[in-house]
């Protein structure tokens, strides 16, 4: 196993439903995607549908992939949507079949889904999202439509939008 594997397959167990979906960022049927593909599809992803959809038309490889910004920091293009609160994005990666997490859905507004997760599985509430985002942040980019997942969050004693880094 190598390390980028063992890195990858620590974050999705110690993550748990935290991320409903994992990516490496490294394999396509047609061999690797190159790293700086990726990244500029991650950053696409954050504000740049136009760009996001001409690159998916072109690579559509691209849709699972996930950028590592270094130290244990994997970004999905979805998962950028979701920190800077980018629903349109979101929402259409998401009817392209890409992998949602309790991030972007709690972004989304989606407390049908999110609530009774963080209810199974409470110490949830205070897992990190890319760069340490945490789901208040989530909550609080989704706007009025999270604004019931934000309360919740609160209730729940969740009152930071950013943790520090554990890596």
Same mark, same amino acid.
């Given at each position: 196993m190598t390390r980028s594997d063992f890195i990858q397959r620590s974050l999705l167990t110690a993550g748990g439903l935290?991320?409903?979906?994992?990516?490496?960022?490294?394999?396509?049927?047609?061999?690797?995607i190159p790293e700086k593909l990726i990244r500029e599809y991650v950053i696409a992803g954050h504000n740049?549908?136009?760009?996001?959809?001409?690159?998916?038309?072109d690579n559509p490889e691209l849709l699972y992939?996930? !950028?590592h910004w270094g130290n244990g920091d994997f970004e999905a293009a979805i998962e950028g949507a979701g920190h800077v609160g980018h629903r349109e994005?979101?929402?259409y990666l998401i009817d392209r079949g890409a992998r949602v997490?309790? !991030?972007?859905?709690?972004?989304?507004?989606?407390e049908e889904l999110v609530i009774p997760v963080l209810d199974e599985y409470p110490s949830l509430i205070n897992a990190s999202g890319p760069h340490g985002f945490t789901l208040l942040h989530h909550a609080k980019m989704g706007g009025e439509k999270s604004k019931g997942i934000y309360q919740y969050l609160q209730e729940k004693g969740l009152q930071t939008t950013k943790n520090d880094?554990?890596?």
């Open positions: 935290g991320t409903l979906g994992f990516s490496s960022f490294q394999s396509s049927k047609a061999g690797e740049d549908l136009d760009k996001l959809e001409k690159m998916l038309s992939t996930r !950028y994005i979101a929402e997490t309790l !991030y972007v859905l709690t972004m989304l507004g989606k880094p554990m890596y």
